[in-house]
């Protein structure tokens, strides 16, 4: 079947260190995306990449970094420079929008 | 900037209701409007997509409606069960990227 796999599943993060979340599709989608989702808000983009070894910024980017050098893979790295990295990131991606979008089923990441 | 509302902000309804949830949007050059569903600590599964050309689609109980020059979109739920107790998220998309309401949060009780 096709479809978005994140991993982990649960992910505890010490402080000042650096983790990595990852995103894989066989869906053969051209663009890829990070969603953060805090309790009582909407989700807010992170990053989001329309082609291999390209990406932006969305709206939080800051502490956050990205790759994509395969199609299948975006991987997001929560650095130590993200102050408040505690949430639920989920991964998304698309063949272009107008045909919508698949989600993966996220990854929890907790600060201890 | 494209703001997305939705309203109201929790719902709780007994079992066979039939229900309509709300977003609204200030940008009416959108590409497409999506609804998803989300249970509790999972991911979005999508319920229905509306093209910008199209004014509603439909599955099974679920109807959905699009009205760009108004900037509003309308889920209808026919005859509500429990097992459609989740959050319920509009979401609209331009050339890029996809842009969320904070969602609905629906309870249907037995």
């Known amino acids: 079947d096709g479809g978005i796999t994140q991993s982990p599943k649960y992910l505890f993060r010490k402080e000042g260190q650096n983790v990595t979340l990852s995103c894989e599709q066989n869906?053969?989608?051209?663009?890829m995306y990070w969603y953060r989702q805090d309790p009582g808000q909407g989700l807010r983009l992170i990053y989001y990449?329309?082609?291999?070894?390209?990406?932006q910024k969305g709206d939080i980017a800051e502490g956050y970094s990205v790759s994509r050098e395969k199609k299948e893979s975006f991987p997001l790295t929560v650095t130590s420079a993200q102050k408040n990295p505690t949430a639920f990131y989920l991964c998304?991606?698309?063949?272009?929008?107008?045909?919508?979008?698949?989600f993966g089923s996220g990854t929890r990441l907790t600060v201890v | 900037k494209q703001e997305v509302t939705q309203i109201p902000a929790a719902l709780s309804v007994p079992e066979g209701e039939n229900l309509v949830l709300n977003c609204s949007f200030t940008d009416s050059a959108i590409y497409n409007l999506q609804w998803f569903r989300q249970d509790p600590g999972k991911g979005l599964t999508s319920l229905l997509l509306?093209?910008?050309?199209?004014r509603e689609q439909t599955s099974g109980r679920l109807n959905a409606s699009l009205d760009k020059s108004s900037g509003r979109s309308t889920l209808y739920i026919a005859a509500s069960q429990p097992g459609d107790s989740a959050t319920y998220l509009c979401?609209?998309?331009?050339?890029?990227?996809?842009?969320f309401g904070t969602g609905t949060r629906l309870q249907v009780f037995p």
């Open positions: 998304a991606s698309s063949i272009e929008g107008s045909y919508g979008y698949t």
């Open positions: 990449s329309q082609i291999v070894n390209d990406f």
């Open positions: 869906l053969n989608h051209d663009a």
């Open positions: 979401a609209v998309s331009n050339t890029d990227k996809l842009i």
């Open positions: 509306i093209q910008s050309s199209q």
